[in-house]
Structures are given as C-alpha cells and as structure tokens.
C-alpha cells in the first residue's frame, strides 16, 4: 500500500464504467496549491485562497503530451519498412516499456534512453530538456542488445522491434549503441547488488551487455488481448475523462494490491481534505500496476476483478473514482522508484500523490529485514527534483479498531483498541478460506481474494504456485 495521488464524450470505460455517472459541473474553481506538503502534518494543511478560475489540468512535464504512435495511415508503410530493417526482439517487459513511452507516461522522452539520458537518470534521478528545465526521470528506461544482435544492427542507424511472434511493432530511429554497465545500473537504482532483487533477476542479469536508445515511433497501439485492455487509458485519454468529469484536483492511487477498507479510508479521506481546502471536485485515479509483477504478487486480472467489487459495493463512489491500469513494470526499487510513479502520474493530469511507508519496497532478499527506510519515500519525494509542482501528501496509518468493528485511523493513545492485520496475516486467511474481521474488506473483494488462492495449483517443490486467469 503505497499512494494516493482525465475523456470527452464517448467516455472511456472505467471500472463498473454502468455505475458512473458524470458529476455536475463546479462553479467556482480554487486555484490549486502548487507546493510539497510531505514535511507538514496533515492537520496543518491550509486551504488555498479562493480564486475563481477556469478548471485546468497540471501541465505534462516538458509542457506537451508527446505520442509516439504512428498516424494510422502511415502504419502500412511502417511495417514496410520495417521488414526491411535489422529486427531486435522484445521480451514482455521491453513491450511494457515500449507502450509506457508510447503513450506519453515517461515525457518528455521520445524513446529509449540514449547514452547522456541513461547517466542523467542514474545519477541525478533527472533530465535536464531543451529549454534547460528539469523533469524527474529515477529509472531507466533502457533496451538491452547482445553481441549478436549488436552485429547484427551494423552500421545501420534504425532497427525494427519485434514482438515474440516476429510481428513488427515499432522503428527505432537515429540509435546510439552503448555500454550496458550492469553493477552500475542495479547499483545505483536498488542501493545494492544482492541476489535476489525480482527486476534484476528478470530483466537484467540475463540481458545483453548493450545498450540501444533512439527515436521510437510505435505502428499500433499495445494491445495485451487479456480482457483487460478497456482499462488501459492513457494519459490523454485520461486527460480528456477528468475534463469531461470537470475535476478541478485530481489524485492518483498507485497500488499493486487488493483494496481493503483502510486503502478506502484514506482515499475517502483524501477527497473529505480536498473538499475542504476549496477544491469543488475531486477526482480519483484508482491506478493499479498492470506491468510485470514479481511472483507472489496477486495477479492483475484478479486484482481488477476485486478492485471492481470494491466500486460495485460502494466502498469507493464510482461518481468520483476512475479505474484505470498503469502499464510499467515494477522495480521494488523504494525511493528510486516511487519518484517515478508520482512523475508519471503528472503526466496524466494528477496534481495530488499521497505516499505512504515504504512505498515501492521490499524485504530484503538476503537479509531479515525491509531493503529500505520505511519513511525515506516520503522523505525523497519532497525533495525530488522536477517533483516541484506536485503536491506530496503524507499518508495516515489506519489499522482495524476493534471498538468500532471497522478500519480507522490509529489512535496511539488507545492503542489497545487497534488490530494491525499484515498482508502475510492477509494472504494467510485467504489462503485458508476464513474471513477477516467484518469491516477489513468488502465480501465480494475478499470472496475473489479467497477465489484467488484457491485457484493456486501447488507445486510441491518450494516455487510460488501459478494461478488461472480471473
């Protein structure tokens, strides 16, 4: 549990998209506050000065969305020219990368990371643009050749990528071939070099010992064909849905886990502090991870199937929340790595990211203990540079009180009262088939949560178990 952070008719689908209805429009409009609040507690949050302005959206970084997507009626020719170039294959995850830049969630970048991009990220956890501004950029987003391939390419100065069926799914222009230093890359974006670190150990250890960056023009939209694909809104398209829903502050919820009743509370609470700050609409971007995963995570599909229990039984109000998936794939890289996924979310029109602890963490995959600080996500991201329009808020615990049979705020003088239910004790109840406390999590969420596990086939040998599609 990690955060809390726009479409014009015809509306694109979000989640229970039967339940949502458009609110009425805001009136009068408060000029958004444009500062960090991460080093102030939350009761010392101050009400904007009311000024009556047009409702606008926070500018994308570098000021305009970019698209790398090919106009329709050039596509044909594109994978004409394509099957003409040196072809570089694309694992699962480079596909993620490649939809993620595609749709503008890394702006300003146009494509992979070239040399000077690469140093900047790992160094700096920035991009210094044209125009001398700098944007947050904390993690690389690179693609990997081997020797082979690096023969392959030549001296020629594009390359068509390929999916793993050999269909052409975009051009890289005018490339740069580099040294993939890989110490330096785990090193600098993990804080360590220890076996185990899930992004690594697929992505990474195995890949290429080059780097190729480059324009990227991609020939088609990515497309996953899961079922799920509705729910994959850029951030144009989700631009276009916080105007048509005249939101005047937009906060975004970055998850990779079931929604409890605690999740819900702070995002029901966000909106309450919102609303009284001045703002007259919020909305919510309920905005699940739907990239690569590590294997004990609950899968996406089974995660949308519950996140849409929790709307349907009105845990969360569909009138004010927009369900939609994050396509990148997840680091576990901590404080590195939450930098980007509050970036990103500006570029999607959030002015609002509430981070919580250890936000993007893991255990440490040697030792017993978390890999990071739990408060140093926070911490950075009130100071992250190019982070600087983006209004950091921290985060509540909540914990299930047991005096008033829900999820609440925690109370240190009444301590006592407080049941603090771990995602292990979580996962070992599903696992069980018994049910929490009423009030954890809604039925029809915990029920696909029970649903989940037992659709686990063991293995009998120590692996995590594989699951059937929701």
């Not at 009068?28 to 444009?34: I, M, R, V, Y």
């Not at 925690?410 to 929490?436: C, H, V, W, Y």
């Not at 596990?453 to 995590?464: C, H, Q």
Request: hydrophobic letters at 35%; charged letters at 25%; glycine letters at 8%.
């Amino acid at each position: 549990m990690q955060t809390l952070i726009n479409r014009s008719p015809p509306p694109m689908p979000s989640m229970s998209s039967s339940l949502l209805k458009t609110p009425p429009p805001s009136l009068s409009l408060p000029k958004p506050n444009k500062t960090h609040f991460s080093h102030l507690p939350v009761s010392l949050l101050k009400p904007p000065r009311r000024t009556r302005v047009s409702c606008s959206l926070i500018d994308p970084d570098g000021g305009k969305l970019v698209s790398l997507l090919v106009e329709k009626t050039q596509r044909e020719s594109k994978k004409r020219q394509a099957l003409s170039l040196p072809r570089i294959g694309l694992t699962r995850i480079d596909l993620e990368w490649v939809h993620v830049l595609s749709e503008g969630w890394a702006n300003p970048l146009k494509g992979f990371m070239r040399e000077s991009e690469f140093l900047q990220t790992l160094h700096f956890n920035s991009l210094r643009v044209e125009n001398g501004a700098v944007v947050n950029m904390s993690v690389p987003i690179v693609l990997a050749v081997d020797d082979e391939q690096k023969g392959r390419i030549g001296e020629s100065t594009r390359v068509a990528l390929v999916d793993d069926g050999g269909d052409p799914v975009a051009i890289l222009s005018n490339i740069e071939i580099y040294k993939h230093n890989k110490e330096e890359r785990i090193a600098r974006t993990w804080g360590t070099t220890a076996p185990g670190l899930p992004y690594v150990e697929e992505a990474i250890t195995n890949a290429g010992n080059w780097l190729i960056g480059g324009d990227l023009e991609v020939i088609e939209p990515i497309k996953y064909n899961d079922g799920l694909d509705r729910f994959r809104m850029s951030p144009a398209e989700l631009r276009e849905e916080f105007t048509r829903r005249n939101a005047d502050a937009v906060f975004a919820f970055q998850l990779r886990n079931p929604v409890h009743n605690g999740h819900a509370l702070l995002m029901t609470d966000t909106r309450r502090r919102l609303l009284e700050m001045g703002y007259k609409n919020p909305v919510l971007l309920l905005h699940p991870l739907g990239g690569y995963t590590k294997a004990d995570d609950v899968p996406l599909s089974w995660r949308m199937k519950q996140h849409e229990k929790v709307l349907e039984e009105g845990v969360l109000d569909p009138e004010t929340t927009v369900v939609s998936i994050f396509p990148s794939p997840m680091h576990y890289a901590g404080p590195t790595e939450v930098q980007w996924h509050a970036k990103a979310r500006i570029n999607a029109g959030a002015n609002f990211y509430i981070v919580g602890r250890d936000p993007a963490g893991m255990s440490h995959p040697v030792e017993k203990r978390d890999l990071y600080d739990a408060d140093h996500g926070k911490k950075v991201l009130s100071m992250a540079p190019g982070l600087e329009r983006l209004n950091i808020l921290p985060f509540k615990v909540a914990a299930y009180d047991k005096t008033q049979g829900k999820m609440a705020f925690f109370d240190p003088s009444r301590s006592q009262d407080f049941l603090f239910i771990s995602g292990t004790k979580m996962r070992a109840l599903a696992k069980s088939g018994e049910n929490p406390p009423d009030g954890f999590m809604c039925p029809g969420g915990w029920k696909v949560l029970v649903e989940y596990y037992n659709s686990l086939a063991p293995t009998g040998n120590g692996k995590v178990a594989t699951s059937v599609p929701a």
